[in-house]
């Protein structure tokens, strides 16, 4: 089996030499027979992680990493993004994953641990996309599809390398007419890589990424009774007011690289990205929103090995910065959907500042030691310009610190047992600050924090063609922030108290025969206030609304040597509740999916490949995305039946 590196815990490593919950999927997983609109489509794979809501792109995929970011009534919540070295993950702790390019996407790492000690506020897990640069797989490829419930996608990609220049570009336009009334998307992306060598150690990268998205409709939340009128309806307040957004983005990035910087290596990264987007909520009061974005950053990185006394030490030490500026507006909406006065204009400004260091000492050739520390600054600030119910400025510092320890004992070559404890923080966001009270900072919202423990074995069982990643995890939430109940459409935060989250995680990688592969991912947990309670309700002991406390997902894949494959998915999704009361109750169901592929080679240098896929094969009911103590009743948002896709491909 191939030596395995993850670079996502920023200190590069082999797999089995890193004391963490690490999950990789390469470029296959990603890509073969898959679409590669959602990131559900590869990280259903890992286990520990739960995505909702495929398919309303106005609110977007929410993710969840052993509970964390499960709150988020849209974007992504208390989960680091990270791509090609960029955080999407704001300042102020949220994420929009609408700018990910996975036609060009190379690799994502997983970790399903908390993280503040390498990545800062919000990172109650980290997913870290990787995409081409053109160096290694050079060639250009034009992609169309087509598929259920309007479904259009065509793509374009081409890479490759000339001297010390090295490119790749990726262009995509996305159509979707979608399952349910008013929830239709268009989407136009691009993705490119520049890079200069500058010798045989150092390197300058130019990254750009735009992203056009006129129109994504928002078909809203319905009630159990609307369900079962019919599940393709939306909200009647979607259609009376056209709910939807759009989006224009741009992202510039430039990294320097410098493998020998002295005795190390140093890393320099810098980005700006503007963002402008305006949406209509599904509501009549205040609900037309919207804000233009200035978001810009740098790090330093410095990686180095030295020996303390006789023990090798691998180290990395350094600083990164972020600031974001968004100008708000909201505007109340009549029910025939007229907009009206404004009643809010103000802007949002938050910055971060952190200073982190991580070392791993071999203390034998099969035991290493790995300890981190960081500091982070964190400063939000609200400057009111609306005036009429009076100044509602104000600003919140948050001055967090965080640790980490690990143990990895590497038994035999490919086999490693692993222990790891660390802490994590979370604020509030601008959001989830809004005060139910009038403007500015709601003053009872405070900052969550974790304390996350594991124990982990993972190995190759070289006779048996078996790969295997088991762990155990606990991690303790004080002051966990979560949605109350939705007040005239909007949805306002409080601290929950404590929270226990429990589980095991369990990937199995199975090469039982030359064409014939088996993967699965098993998830068994328990996510519970500890100690919760409000003036009129306790909920200690309940269940964390918006979590299935079981999945379990098997591919079965076949592939030949000629580029044909055909992969059977059945993914199980266990119940859950909607609300903190745990009244409202969400079946549990099965998935079945299939994909399956062939290729032909039309000359020296160029192929077509054709798949189908199939999704919901048996046609279940089942719901998409489920909305958190939702009012009126409206906690369902129900995902299409059985609906196909094919494509084909023409790569040169």
Same mark, same amino acid.
């Given at each position: 089996?191939?030596?395995?590196?993850?670079?996502?815990?920023?200190?590069?490593?082999?797999?089995?030499?890193?004391?963490?919950?690490?999950?990789?999927?390469?470029?296959?997983?990603?890509?073969?027979?898959?679409?590669?609109?959602?990131?559900?489509?590869?990280?259903?794979?890992?286990?520990?992680?739960? !995505?909702?809501?495929?398919? #309303?792109?106005?609110?977007?995929?929410?993710?969840?990493?052993?509970?964390?970011?499960?709150?988020?009534?849209?974007?992504?919540?208390?989960?680091?993004?990270?791509?090609?070295?960029?955080? %999407?993950?704001?300042?102020?702790?949220?994420?929009?994953?609408?700018?990910?390019?996975?036609?060009?996407?190379?690799?994502?790492?997983?970790?399903?641990?908390?993280?503040?000690?390498?990545?800062?506020?919000?990172?109650?897990?980290?997913?870290?996309?990787?995409?081409?640069?053109?160096?290694?797989?050079?060639?250009?490829?034009?992609?169309?599809?087509?598929?259920?419930?309007?479904?259009?996608?065509?793509?374009?990609?081409?890479?490759?390398?000339?001297?010390?220049?090295?490119?790749?570009?990726?262009?995509?336009?996305?159509?979707?007419?979608?399952?349910?009334?008013?929830?239709?998307?268009?989407?136009?992306?691009?993705?490119?890589?520049?890079?200069?060598?500058?010798?045989?150690?150092?390197?300058?990268?130019?990254?750009? #990424?735009?992203?056009?998205?006129?129109?994504?409709?928002?078909?809203?939340?319905?009630?159990?009774?609307?369900?079962?009128?019919?599940?393709?309806?939306?909200?009647?307040?979607?259609?009376?007011?056209?709910?939807?957004?759009?989006?224009?983005?741009?992202?510039?990035?430039?990294?320097?690289?410098?493998?020998?910087?002295?005795?190390?290596?140093?890393?320099?990264?810098?980005?700006?990205?503007?963002?402008?987007?305006?949406?209509?909520?599904?509501?009549?009061?205040?609900?037309?929103?919207?804000?233009?974005?200035?978001?810009?950053?740098?790090?330093?990185?410095?990686?180095?090995?030295?020996?303390?006394?006789?023990?090798?030490?691998?180290?990395?030490?350094?600083?990164?910065?972020?600031?974001?500026?968004?100008?708000?507006?909201?505007?109340?909406?009549?029910?025939?959907?007229?907009?009206?006065?404004? !009643?809010?204009?103000?802007?949002?400004?938050?910055?971060?500042?952190?200073?982190?260091?991580?070392?791993?000492?071999?203390?034998?050739?099969?035991?290493? &030691?790995?300890?981190?520390?960081?500091?982070?600054?964190?400063?939000?600030?609200?400057?009111?310009? %609306?005036?009429?119910?009076?100044?509602?400025?104000?600003?919140?510092?948050?001055?967090?610190?965080?640790?980490?320890?690990?143990?990895?004992?590497?038994?035999?070559?490919?086999?490693?047992?692993?222990?790891?404890?660390?802490?994590?923080?979370?604020?509030?966001?601008?959001?989830?600050?809004?005060?139910?009270?009038?403007?500015?900072?709601?003053?009872?919202?405070?900052?969550?924090?974790?304390?996350?423990?594991?124990?982990?074995?993972?190995?190759?069982?070289?006779?048996?063609?078996?790969?295997?990643?088991?762990? &155990?995890?606990?991690?303790?939430?004080?002051?966990?922030?979560?949605?109350?109940?939705?007040?005239?459409?909007?949805?306002?935060?409080?601290?929950?108290?404590?929270?226990?989250?429990?589980?095991?995680? &369990?990937? &199995?990688?199975?090469?039982?025969?030359?064409?014939?592969?088996?993967?699965?991912?098993?998830?068994?947990?328990?996510?519970?206030?500890? *100690?919760?309670?409000?003036?009129?309700?306790?909920?200690?002991? #309940?269940?964390?609304?918006? !979590?299935?406390?079981?999945?379990?997902?098997?591919?079965?894949?076949?592939?030949?040597?000629?580029?044909?494959?055909?992969?059977?998915?059945?993914?199980?999704?266990?119940?859950?509740?909607?609300? #903190?009361?745990?009244?409202?109750?969400?079946?549990? %169901?099965? !998935?079945?999916?299939?994909?399956?592929?062939?290729?032909? *080679?039309?000359?020296?240098?160029? *192929?077509?490949?054709?798949?189908?896929?199939?999704?919901?094969?048996?046609?279940?009911?089942?719901?998409?995305?489920?909305?958190?103590?939702?009012?009126?009743?409206?906690?369902?948002?129900?995902?299409?039946?059985?609906?196909?896709?094919?494509?084909?491909?023409?790569?040169?």
């Amino acid at each position: 089996m191939a030596t395995i590196e993850v670079t996502a815990p920023r200190l590069a490593r082999e797999l089995y030499a890193t004391p963490a919950a690490v999950s990789t999927l390469e470029s296959d997983a990603i890509a073969r027979g898959q679409q590669r609109v959602r990131l559900d489509e590869s990280l259903v794979r890992v286990p520990g992680v739960f !995505l909702q809501n495929r398919d #309303n792109f106005a609110q977007g995929q929410r993710i969840s990493i052993r509970g964390f970011g499960a709150r988020a009534p849209f974007g992504v919540r208390g989960i680091t993004v990270m791509v090609d070295g960029i955080p %999407y993950t704001l300042p102020d702790g949220q994420a929009q994953l609408d700018a990910i390019d996975l036609d060009s996407a190379e690799r994502i790492e997983v970790i399903r641990g908390p993280s503040s000690v390498l990545y800062g506020n919000a990172a109650g897990g980290v997913i870290d996309v990787t995409t081409a640069d053109g160096r290694y797989n050079p060639g250009t490829s034009v992609r169309a599809e087509a598929g259920s419930d309007g479904y259009r996608k065509t793509s374009l990609q081409t890479g490759g390398s000339q001297g010390d220049w090295s490119h790749h570009v990726s262009v995509s336009a996305l159509n979707v007419d979608g399952y349910r009334e008013q929830s239709s998307t268009e989407k136009y992306l691009l993705n490119a890589k520049l890079r200069r060598e500058l010798g045989s150690e150092r390197a300058l990268t130019a990254i750009v #990424n735009l992203l056009d998205n006129p129109r994504s409709e928002d078909p809203g939340a319905l009630n159990a009774d609307e369900v079962a009128q019919g599940r393709d309806q939306a909200a009647p307040n979607s259609l009376a007011l056209d709910a939807g957004q759009n989006v224009d983005q741009q992202l510039l990035g430039l990294q320097y690289e410098d493998l020998a910087a002295g005795p190390g290596e140093l890393y320099l990264k810098g980005f700006i990205s503007q963002r402008d987007f305006e949406q209509q909520l599904p509501y009549v009061g205040d609900s037309r929103i919207g804000y233009q974005r200035d978001y810009l950053g740098a790090s330093a990185e410095y990686h180095h090995e030295v020996t303390l006394g006789n023990l090798p030490l691998s180290y990395i030490a350094g600083v990164e910065v972020a600031r974001q500026d968004d100008e708000r507006f909201r505007n109340d909406v009549n029910p025939q959907g007229v907009v009206g006065e404004q !009643l809010a204009e103000e802007t949002q400004t938050a910055t971060s500042t952190g200073v982190f260091a991580q070392g791993d000492l071999a203390l034998t050739e099969q035991l290493t &030691l790995s300890l981190g520390a960081r500091f982070d600054r964190v400063e939000l600030e609200v400057d009111d310009r %609306y005036q009429d119910d009076g100044d509602q400025s104000g600003d919140r510092r948050f001055d967090e610190w965080s640790g980490s320890a690990g143990l990895s004992y590497r038994y035999r070559p490919q086999h490693q047992v692993y222990v790891n404890t660390g802490t994590a923080f979370e604020t509030p966001t601008f959001s989830e600050f809004a005060n139910p009270a009038g403007g500015g900072f709601n003053p009872s919202v405070s900052p969550q924090k974790a304390w996350n423990r594991e124990v982990g074995a993972r190995g190759y069982v070289g006779p048996l063609a078996l790969d295997y990643d088991l762990t &155990l995890f606990s991690v303790r939430v004080r002051d966990e922030i979560l949605p109350k109940e939705e007040e005239g459409g909007r949805t306002f935060y409080q601290n929950a108290g404590d929270t226990d989250r429990e589980g095991i995680e &369990l990937a &199995l990688g199975w090469q039982f025969a030359d064409q014939w592969r088996l993967d699965s991912a098993l998830t068994l947990a328990r996510y519970e206030f500890d *100690r919760f309670s409000t003036p009129t309700e306790r909920f200690g002991g #309940n269940r964390i609304p918006g !979590l299935p406390e079981q999945t379990w997902v098997n591919q079965l894949t076949w592939e030949s040597r000629d580029d044909r494959f055909a992969t059977l998915e059945t993914q199980y999704i266990g119940d859950m509740v909607a609300d #903190n009361a745990n009244e409202v109750e969400v079946d549990d %169901y099965w !998935l079945l999916n299939l994909r399956a592929g062939n290729g032909w *080679r039309l000359g020296d240098d160029t *192929r077509l490949n054709a798949y189908v896929g199939v999704r919901n094969l048996l046609d279940e009911d089942h719901y998409a995305n489920v909305r958190l103590n939702a009012g009126f009743g409206r906690y369902y948002e129900p995902a299409p039946g059985r609906s196909v896709y094919g494509g084909v491909e023409v790569s040169f």
